[in-house]
């Protein structure tokens, strides 16, 4: 959006550009039936500001649904990690 992509243009390419380049757009790209279900549900509309993006309510992923407490704990976690890591 800041290079003066719309943002459906950027969503668009955030999320079908790669399936699409791959020949994937059966399996990815899209929300339907037998599509993987992999979705990150936001709190506001990123049609309407981009930045919205940023705000992540909660995340699909291989069936699996994570939070934002469930995701705030993956964080914190790596961080530690990292941090752990650094320190050796």
Same mark, same amino acid.
Request: aromatic fraction near 6%.
């Given at each position: 959006?800041?290079e003066?992509l719309?943002?459906?243009?950027a969503?668009?390419a955030?999320?079908?550009?790669?399936p699409a380049?791959?020949?994937q757009m059966?399996?990815y790209? !899209?929300?339907?039936?037998?599509? &993987?279900a992999d979705?990150?549900? %936001?709190t506001?509309n990123p049609l309407?500001d981009? /930045?919205?993006t940023?705000k992540?309510d909660?995340?699909i992923?291989? !069936?699996n649904?994570y939070?934002? &407490?469930?995701l705030?704990?993956? %964080?914190?976690?790596?961080k530690?990690?990292?941090? /752990?890591?650094?320190?050796?």
């Amino acid at each position: 959006v800041k290079e003066g992509l719309s943002a459906p243009q950027a969503l668009s390419a955030a999320t079908r550009s790669g399936p699409a380049w791959f020949g994937q757009m059966d399996r990815y790209g !899209g929300i339907a039936q037998g599509k &993987a279900a992999d979705l990150v549900l %936001l709190t506001a509309n990123p049609l309407r500001d981009i /930045a919205a993006t940023e705000k992540i309510d909660s995340v699909i992923l291989r !069936g699996n649904v994570y939070d934002r &407490a469930a995701l705030d704990k993956m %964080l914190a976690d790596t961080k530690a990690k990292v941090a /752990a890591w650094n320190a050796e």
